[in-house]
């Protein structure tokens, strides 16, 4: 499989002076990363002796640390475009605000309907603050949600305020081919399955709109591109729906509050898509938003999903329960010092105080704990993500998500596969004794030994 070039460019972060190759050892024999990799088998093969990692690590050090990510720019004659430097490298963006709603008619020139397609994480959010953007900006543009007939959402969307009475409810190709903006917000699988439908029901010079590349790189996997009369754009929040709708409200009365959001251009017929994305993001509440392209958007993306955003999470914590457990903890206690851990006590010092407050959290054989782990843990999690990313940058996980997606389902004769569930492990049941009895407030306890394996995931990831 050809290298493929990782998106970052910072220097190697590790503790000095490191543990002996014969503490990394002992620490690797009880940590057992594999769980988050299925092919784990063929990178044990690369370890050194030296306990400071293998020659693919020394080699993507060295590499990584020389690539520059390039500056992306783009024009717009509605919004007011600055510059930030950011780690020492320049970005362009655009602030957000509230105050800037009255520009969303010069942003949506020649939009009369924007068809929000499913009500998943992202639906229901974004149609709802696209919605009161308009609103306040006195457009009469129609927010209109596109769902398949029969689906148990078309109830939750009538709550919302979307009725077929008043014309902003309705079906999925309706609603499509009566839209001069739609956005795309159904499934990886679901746009997978149905993008050659999608596609044929847009009107010419429409735009499409998108919160995730995925389906770029689903095409591109077949040697495919989006049609050549449309426009296509995306808007990508950085975080859940849920967020992106209870910070929309917040801000309405806390300035500044909101979920940033990415933006891409990838095919633009006649000019306006840009000012669309840009009008999009900001009508969301974005406070702030910066170009990328849609190929790095669904890259990043997916690799973040498989690593610190959900499944190396997974394997960590599935990991070091048994790790703890093996070596005679209570399982209530073991629970509480990996999973209660991370999603309690560190997620909160992280997004309130950073990363190295973690660290200085701890004293003494704390301390040196933290580093054992740490340093056991950088370079193989570096090594897995790295593989992680060539699956992704190649094409060929997004085909098993796409093949998985497809067994769900009987299709062609052959027999529904569903996917299996991740709570039937010891730990999940473990789990739901240890969480209905903790207390209200309870961040669960600060364990070094965790903290370092989870920081040093965090690290090899960025």
Same mark, same amino acid.
């Given at each position: ?9 910072? !220097? /190697? ?5 490191? !543990? ?18 299925? #092919? ?42 600055? $510059?930030? +430097? ?10 957000? %605000? ?12 020649? /939009? ?14 974004q149609a709802q603050n696209l ?24 109830? &939750? ?5 979307? #009725?077929? &009475? ?6 999925? *190709?309706?609603?499509?081919? %009566? ?16 993008? &050659? ?13 998108? +919160? ?27 975080? $859940? ?45 974005? !406070? ?9 958007? =669904? ?16 394997? /960590? ?11 005679? $903890?209570?399982?209530?206690?073991? =629970? ?27 004293? %003494? ?15 193989p999690c570096m090594e897995i993500? =790295?593989?992680? *990313? ?61 903290? %370092?394996?989870?920081?040093?995931l965090m690290m090899a990831q960025?």
């Amino acid at each position: 499989m050809a290298a493929a070039t990782l998106p970052f460019s910072r !220097p /190697i972060p590790k503790f000095s002076p490191s !543990p002996s190759s014969e503490t990394l050892k002992e620490a690797l024999k009880h940590l057992n990363l594999a769980s988050f990799s299925s #092919t784990a088998k063929s990178l044990r093969a690369l370890k050194t002796t030296t306990g400071r990692g293998s020659a693919l690590s020394a080699w993507m050090a060295s590499e990584t640390a020389l690539k520059t990510p390039f500056l992306l720019d783009f024009e717009t004659s509605v919004f007011k475009k600055d $510059m930030i +430097s950011l780690a020492d490298r320049d970005e362009y963006i655009v602030r957000g %605000g509230r105050d800037l709603f009255n520009l969303l008619p010069d942003a949506f020139n020649g /939009i009369n309907q924007i068809g929000v397609i499913g009500w998943g994480s992202q639906g229901p959010a974004q149609a709802q603050n696209l919605r009161d953007s308009l609103a306040e900006a006195k457009s009469d543009i129609v927010v209109k949600v596109g769902l398949r007939k029969g689906s148990r959402s078309f109830a &939750e969307a009538r709550a919302a305020g979307f #009725t077929e &009475e008043n014309g902003t409810l309705g079906d999925i *190709y309706e609603t499509i081919s %009566g839209s001069d903006l739609v956005l795309l917000l159904i499934s990886d699988a679901a746009q997978a399955d149905n993008y &050659e439908k999608i596609f044929s029901c847009m009107k010419p010079n429409s735009i499409l709109g998108l +919160s995730h590349g995925f389906l770029l790189g689903h095409l591109q996997s077949m040697g495919l591109d989006f049609p050549k009369n449309i426009g296509v754009i995306a808007v990508c929040p950085k975080g $859940m729906g849920p967020s992106v709708r209870r910070l929309y409200v917040q801000g309405k009365e806390i300035n500044g509050a909101g979920i940033n959001s990415s933006f891409a251009v990838h095919q633009d017929v006649d000019g306006r898509a840009t000012n669309v994305a840009l009008g999009w993001s900001v009508a969301l509440g974005s !406070p702030f938003t910066f170009a990328t392209t849609l190929e790095q958007e =669904y890259r990043s993306d997916i690799f973040g999903e498989r690593g610190i955003l959900l499944g190396a999470v997974h394997g /960590i914590v599935e990991s070091l329960f048994r790790r703890f457990t093996e070596n005679g $903890m209570n399982e209530d206690l073991a =629970y509480k010092n990996t999973v209660e851990c991370i999603t309690g006590i560190i997620s909160k010092i992280i997004s309130t105080q950073g990363m190295l407050a973690v660290y200085n959290s701890f004293s %003494g054989e704390d301390k040196k704990e933290f580093e054992k782990a740490y340093s056991a843990s950088y370079y193989p999690c570096m090594e897995i993500l =790295y593989e992680c *990313y060539e699956d992704v940058a190649a094409g060929s996980e997004i085909r098993s998500v796409v093949l998985a997606g497809r067994r769900f389902y009987e299709k062609e004769g052959l027999p529904a596969f569903p996917m299996g569930k991740i709570d039937q492990t010891r730990m999940w049941k473990v789990g739901e004794r240890v969480r209905s009895t903790r207390p209200a407030g309870d961040l669960g306890p600060l364990h070094p030994f965790t903290a %370092g394996v989870y920081a040093a995931l965090m690290m090899a990831q960025v």
